[in-house]
């Protein structure tokens, strides 16, 4: 009758010392010599050499596939970029804020002078005295140095300043005026036997209309003057020169919707003759309801 027996006990020599190795029994109960090349067997229960896994497992599919440790850990390698400092987007980890994240404020600094900078260099937004957003505009000419308004009756013109309007301008040459109508008239209701030199306006203005009538037989000459005292007609320099038909009226053909512009002054005189250095004077009612409208 056969019987399960236990292993018998190996026994150690009392003269016996194991140096660097431990005895183990083989198979047939002879002792053996734990080395480098007849290792002590080891086994690893509940699969845990499977899980660990190989050196030469390929990284796991998804965050959530079941693989290896290894496998799991070579696709946590694979998300980080090659090597430190900045990459591009594709190279960067990806970075999403939470969805109860509230607004994140943009930083600012206040200069009391700007700073000048130069290509590739990254800067601050700038913010004025009051904390506002500082805002340069620009044509593609250079930056427009600043916003004139229409609340002065005109403002300085420049090439680089942008208006912000709610009512017409226009440019007389080297200013920006409100656009105006005609305020004053200057009046002659007959005239005198002379030149009939008269100052409508001592100073800048805008002549806008002129009435007349010619009662002679001639042609009567109106002389206007960018002057701000009554011309010396035959020395003065004229700036326009208005033929009146005889028997005829001045008016349609005198009239400036957006007005004549004089830098200086307005006046004007009548003579008998077109040149500049005439003085023939007129006769006396010559010229009747002469009116210049002006502002």
Same mark, same amino acid.
């Given at each position: ?35 480098? %090349? ?29 693989? %290896? ?78 916003? %004139? ?7 300085? $013109? ?37 030149? $009939? ?99």
């Amino acid at each position: 009758m056969e019987s399960d027996m236990p292993n018998p006990k190996i026994v150690y020599p009392a003269t016996y010392t194991p140096a660097n190795a431990v005895a183990f029994a083989n198979t047939d109960n002879s002792a053996a010599t734990v080395s480098a %090349s007849t290792p002590l067997p080891v086994a690893l229960g509940d699969g845990a050499l499977a899980a660990m896994g190989s050196t030469t497992d390929t990284a796991a599919a998804s965050d959530s596939a079941t693989a %290896s440790l290894i496998a799991l850990f070579k696709r946590l390698l694979g998300k980080f970029p090659a090597g430190l400092g900045q990459k591009t987007a594709a190279a960067s980890l990806p970075v999403v804020l939470a969805s109860d994240q509230g607004a994140i404020t943009t930083a600012g600094v206040y200069n009391t002078a700007q700073p000048t900078l130069t290509g590739g260099q990254v800067g601050s937004l700038q913010l004025d005295s009051s904390g506002a957003l500082a805002v340069r505009l620009q044509w593609s000419g250079g930056y427009i140095a600043g916003v %004139s308004g229409n609340i002065t009756d005109s403002a300085t $013109n420049s090439v680089n300043t942008i208006m912000t309007l709610t009512r017409g301008f226009l440019f007389n040459g080297s200013t920006w005026d409100r656009q105006k109508k005609p305020v004053a008239v200057s009046r002659i209701a007959s005239s005198a036997a002379s030149t $009939n030199a008269t100052v409508a306006k001592g100073g800048a203005g805008d002549l806008f209309a002129i009435q007349a009538y010619n009662t002679t037989a001639s042609v009567i000459y109106l002389k206007l003057y960018n002057k701000a005292a009554a011309p010396t007609v035959g020395t003065d320099t004229p700036i326009k020169t208005i033929a009146i038909a005889p028997s005829a009226s001045l008016a349609a053909s005198a009239t400036w919707a957006n007005g004549l512009y004089f830098s200086t002054g307005i006046a004007y005189a009548l003579t008998a003759a077109a040149a500049d250095s005439d003085t023939t004077a007129i006769a006396a009612g010559a010229i009747v309801g002469l009116n210049l409208d002006y502002q």
